[in-house]
T-cell receptor, first 111, second 114 residues
Framework: NAGVTQTPKFQVLKTGQSMTLQCAQD?????MYWYRQDPGMGLRLIYY???????DKGEVPNGYNVSRLNKREFSLRLESAAPSQTSVYFC??????????FGPGTRLLVL | AQSVTQPDIHITVSEGASLELRCNYS??????LFWYVQSPGQGLQLLLK??????LVQGIKGFEAEFKRSQSSFNLRKPSVHWSDAAEYFC????????????FGAGTRLAVHP
């Protein structure tokens, strides 16, 4: 049981480049989430997916898109990266224990 | 709107001393409350959670938290801090509604002096 996995662990982009952050969970959870973490601001919800086939905006969705590919996978796409998107990105899933389980994070630097 | 406030950005304690990290929330209904810990460069690990029942909740690593509805607080405590407790601690409130979003506080960074 790997839990929640994220790829890549680190990424450096130039302004305007695009990339997709991958997330997968093997716990058969319905709900999945993408957060960004910035110093002094805690974690802020970007997008979430209550179930396969549905996605909704969170607190800070601008500049991002998501895809719930299947029950296991939930990807986050930056179409045109900006320096303001430099952050640590966490994927999470919500389980039957009424708890969110977090992945190890992706550190993104946009130059 | 729902919100979580952690008033202390940084706290420093001596090893063996007691610890209390403060958390205040704003939420209209009965909240789901959580404390997570994040070690440097790591993801978030759940310490404990409160949904209902006994207002004093025991968690992992010797932590406990007390839910006080009258004060809208969910403070985290530990009677004797170990050097390995140095980390960042996040309080969160769960917004129920079928999707269970979490709203996080800004975090409290704990330093432990030997």
């Amino acid at each position: 049981n790997a839990g929640v996995t994220q790829t890549p662990k680190f990424q450096v982009l130039k302004t305007g480049q695009s990339m997709t952050l991958q997330c997968a969970q093997d716990m058969n959870h319905n709900s999945m989430y993408w957060y960004r973490q910035d110093p002094g601001m805690g974690l802020r919800l970007i997008y979430y997916s209550a179930s396969e086939g549905t996605t909704d905006k969170g607190e800070v969705p601008n500049g991002y898109n998501v895809s719930r590919l299947n029950k296991r996978e939930f990807s986050l796409r930056l179409e045109s990266a900006a320096p303001s998107q430099t952050s640590v990105y966490f994927c999470a899933s919500w389980g039957s224990q009424e708890t969110q389980y977090f992945g190890p994070g992706t550190r993104l630097l946009v130059l | 709107a729902q919100s979580v406030t952690q008033p202390d950005i940084h706290i420093t304690v001596s090893e063996g001393a007691s610890l209390e990290l403060r958390c205040n929330y704003s939420y209209g209904a009965t909240p789901y409350l959580f404390w997570y810990v994040q070690s440097p460069g790591q993801g978030l690990q759940l310490l404990l959670k409160y949904f209902s029942g006994d207002t004093l909740v025991q968690g992992i690593k010797g932590f406990e938290a007390e839910f006080k509805r009258s004060q809208s607080s969910f403070n985290l405590r530990k009677p004797s801090v170990h050097w390995s407790d140095a980390a960042e601690y996040f309080c969160a409130v769960g917004v129920s509604g079928g999707y269970n979003k979490l709203i996080f506080g800004a975090g409290t960074r704990l330093a432990v002096h030997p």
